[in-house]
């Protein structure tokens, strides 16, 4: 069985998890409680950046196979 992912479903699925670690990122970065979080708030931030990154890349990829197929 073969899953099928083509590019379309990556940039997708990589939209969704970055748009999902930043707002983690930033409601984790407002908690000012007295319980101690498990989650490293500068990994997460950075990788939510980095996963914003890759998605932008694969727009930019979208956009270049728009241009030069016209």
């Given at each position: ?9 990556i940039s997708l699925w990589l939209a969704i998890?970055?748009?999902t670690l930043l707002v983690t990122a930033q ?44």
């Amino acid at each position: 069985m073969q899953i099928p992912f083509d590019f379309w479903s990556i940039s997708l699925w990589l939209a969704i998890t970055s748009i999902t670690l930043l707002v983690t990122a930033q409601l984790a970065s407002a908690y000012d409680g007295k319980a101690t979080l498990l989650i490293d708030q500068k990994k997460l931030r950075n990788t939510a950046l980095a996963i914003g990154i890759l998605f932008l890349a694969t727009v930019a990829i979208h956009i270049y196979g728009i241009v030069t197929s016209t």
